[in-house]
Nanobody
């Protein structure tokens, strides 16, 4: 049974940093695409960043490039979302999800992501 558990959210001041973790069990993160998404207050859930299998490169939506990035620890079977220079408008719920492919996709159907965590809350104070 595949399980996806996010952690690392919390309250941080504007300009601060957080690293979210996505611990996965039941499959090897090196073999699947992993996506990070977020739902901001009053908005639909949208893509943040993603990583394909064991490829070293991650992909981030243009608006967040330079501040958000994805990395992976294959030994721990965990994927991370590193966030720097956080802003109040980054406040929301952050989700990790596993795609039904080795390759991730930022803008493809979210329904291709077949295993989701329950999310972790991030609050950025001004």
């Amino acid at each position: 049974q595949v399980q996806v558990v996010e952690s690392g959210g919390g309250l941080v001041q504007s300009g601060g940093s957080l690293r979210l973790s996505c611990a996965i069990s039941g499959l090897d993160v090196s073999n699947v695409g992993i996506g990070w998404f977020r739902q901001l207050p009053g908005k639909e859930r949208g893509p943040v960043s993603c990583k394909s299998g064991d490829e070293p490169t991650s992909y981030t939506v243009d608006a967040l490039k330079g501040r958000f990035s994805v990395s992976m620890d294959a030994v721990k079977n965990t994927v991370y979302l590193q966030m720097i220079d956080l802003k109040p408008e980054d406040t929301g719920v952050y989700y990790c999800a596993i795609r039904n492919s080795y390759y991730c996709s930022l803008w493809g159907p979210q329904s291709d992501y077949i295993h989701w965590g329950s999310g972790t809350h991030v609050t950025v104070s001004s």
